[in-house]
């Protein structure tokens, strides 16, 4: 059942009920959200530490690959703003790739990412990534199921020669509940300035739930590995998700001038790894 057999989208109160159930769907752990003050607070303070990552990155020629990945309307754009706020776009790029050109679809498939990969003195945060054949692609029947048996096997190898390039990888999936991914398309559909954001595919995820939970839970079996782990966000309150977020990666990079004061500490009930810690929350 889908989030959609339970509500009467002509019901004129249906904005209201589903305000009251999306905070906790998912199993999410917090009734409200962060107050904003204290969200832009500690948020200032992180950026400030970001601010220094970008120095060092440039300074030690590292080289460093941000991979964000979720459910439409979980948040992931939302996410790299905030870490990308006060950082130079000339060092910090964002990635966020269209669909494949005829040309890029006779290619290797990793061959279109592997173009946009930094080079030293560069941080890469991909707005989606390679993961779009664990995920949107086979969901919506634009790879074959031998393509995608094929991707999970070689993800894990393609990451592995990032990895051995000397090149740091960090991997976050944003999760959400059905009630809150539908309150943020019904806020998208009703914005002048959002209504953009909602596209066909958005549209066709709501009746897709469960083959989008299936696909992610394959893809995390095959590519959470030791080496190359998936960070989870729990991302009901885009404002707890990004300072967590934003928290593990400063508390995991051994860059000059950190303060693990400023940082702060990690909310357990916010982030973890790997499959245990997702189906804990749902």
Same mark, same amino acid.
């Given at each position: &059942?889908?989030?959609?057999? +339970?509500?009467?989208? !002509?019901?004129?109160?249906?904005?209201?009920?589903? @305000?009251?159930?999306?905070?906790?769907?998912?199993? /999410?752990? /917090?009734?409200?959200?962060?107050?904003?003050?204290?969200?832009?607070?500690?948020?200032?303070?992180?950026?400030?530490?970001?601010?220094?990552?970008?120095?060092?990155?440039?300074?030690?020629?590292?080289?460093?690959?941000?991979?964000?990945?979720?459910?439409?309307?979980?948040?992931?754009?939302?996410?790299?703003?905030?870490?990308?706020?006060?950082?130079?776009?000339?060092?910090?790029?964002?990635?966020?790739?269209?669909?494949?050109?005829?040309?890029?679809?006779? +290619?290797? /498939?990793?061959?279109?990412?592997?173009?946009?990969?930094?080079? +030293?003195?560069?941080?890469?945060?991909?707005?989606?990534?390679? /993961?779009?054949?664990?995920?949107?692609?086979?969901?919506?029947?634009?790879?074959?199921?031998? +393509?995608?048996?094929?991707?999970?096997?070689?993800?894990?190898?393609?990451?592995?020669?990032?990895?051995?390039?000397?090149?740091?990888?960090?991997?976050?999936?944003?999760?959400?509940?059905?009630?809150?991914?539908?309150?943020?398309?019904?806020?998208?559909?009703?914005?002048?300035?959002?209504?953009?954001?909602?596209?066909?595919?958005?549209?066709?995820?709501?009746?897709?739930?469960?083959?989008?939970?299936?696909?992610?839970?394959?893809?995390?079996?095959?590519?959470?590995?030791?080496?190359?782990?998936?960070?989870?966000?729990?991302? !009901?309150?885009?404002?707890?998700?990004?300072?967590? &977020?934003?928290?593990?990666?400063?508390? !995991?990079?051994?860059?000059?001038?950190?303060?693990? @004061?400023?940082?702060?500490?990690?909310?357990? !009930?916010?982030?973890?790894?790997?499959?245990?810690?997702?189906?804990?929350?749902?």
């Amino acid at each position: &059942m889908t989030v959609l057999d +339970q509500f009467d989208l !002509n019901d004129s109160d249906f904005p209201q009920k589903l @305000e009251e159930r999306m905070m906790n769907s998912g199993g /999410y752990p /917090y009734d409200k959200k962060l107050k904003r003050s204290r969200y832009e607070e500690e948020l200032e303070q992180l950026q400030i530490e970001m601010v220094k990552v970008q120095e060092w990155v440039r300074a030690k020629d590292e080289r460093i690959v941000i991979v964000f990945e979720g459910r439409d309307a979980a948040g992931k754009g939302g996410s790299i703003k905030a870490l990308t706020q006060y950082t130079n776009p000339r060092h910090v790029r964002v990635v966020a790739l269209s669909k494949p050109s005829d040309v890029e679809r006779g +290619q290797w /498939y990793f061959q279109r990412y592997a173009k946009q990969l930094p080079t +030293q003195g560069e941080i890469v945060l991909f707005d989606r990534s390679w /993961y779009n054949r664990a995920g949107v692609e086979p969901v919506m029947g634009f790879c074959t199921p031998e +393509q995608t048996e094929k991707f999970l096997k070689d993800a894990p190898r393609f990451e592995d020669m990032i990895l051995d390039s000397g090149t740091k990888l960090f991997k976050f999936w944003l999760n959400i509940g059905q009630e809150m991914q539908l309150k943020r398309f019904h806020d998208r559909r009703h914005s002048r300035l959002k209504h953009w954001k909602l596209s066909p595919i958005d549209i066709k995820a709501l009746d897709k739930w469960g083959a989008y939970t299936d696909a992610r839970n394959l893809m995390l079996k095959h590519t959470h590995t030791s080496h190359s782990p998936w960070t989870i966000l729990r991302a !009901n309150d885009k404002r707890r998700a990004r300072l967590n &977020m934003m928290r593990y990666l400063l508390l !995991n990079l051994n860059y000059d001038g950190k303060d693990e @004061e400023a940082i702060g500490e990690i909310d357990p !009930n916010i982030l973890g790894h790997g499959p245990a810690f997702l189906h804990g929350s749902e």
